[in-house]
Nanobody
Framework: QVQLVESGGGLVQTGGSLRLSCTAS????????LGWYRQSPGKQRELVAH???????RYTDSVKGRFTISRDNAKNAVYLQMNSLKPEDTAVYYC????????????WGQGTQVTVSS
């Protein structure tokens, strides 16, 4: 069983920066894609960014050029550097670990709140 714990959320002004961290207890092998999702009130959870073990990344259009995802396989960790934050980035951010070949192996963190004030 894998548990994911996020940290780094908080309140920041428009244009500010935050860095989210997610650490897995239990081994996350290089067969896992690590990602960040977010959900704001009344909206569906959406992918923000994900990264493969080989370092390939994907971002949702609204965060391209502002957010950077990275991972440290040795530390079983994934990070999200968020710059130039906007009020529309306000949401609960969730860490996810998904096995490349098994949908059953899909884990979520508890979420961390990010609030961007205007």
């Amino acid at each position: 069983q894998v548990q994911l714990v996020e940290s780094g959320g908080g309140l920041v002004q428009t244009g500010g920066s935050l860095r989210l961290s997610c650490t897995a207890s239990g081994s996350i092998s290089n067969m896992y894609v690590l990602g960040w999702y977010r959900q704001s009130p009344g909206k569906q959870r959406e992918l923000v960014a994900h990264i493969t073990s080989g370092g390939s990344t994907r971002y949702t259009d609204s965060v391209k050029g502002r957010f950077t995802i990275s991972r440290d396989n040795a530390k079983n960790a994934v990070y999200l550097q968020m710059n130039s934050l906007k009020p529309e980035d306000t949401a609960v951010y969730y860490c996810n670990a998904r096995h490349t070949f098994s949908a059953r192996l899909d884990y979520w963190g508890q979420g961390t709140q990010v609030t961007v004030s205007s």
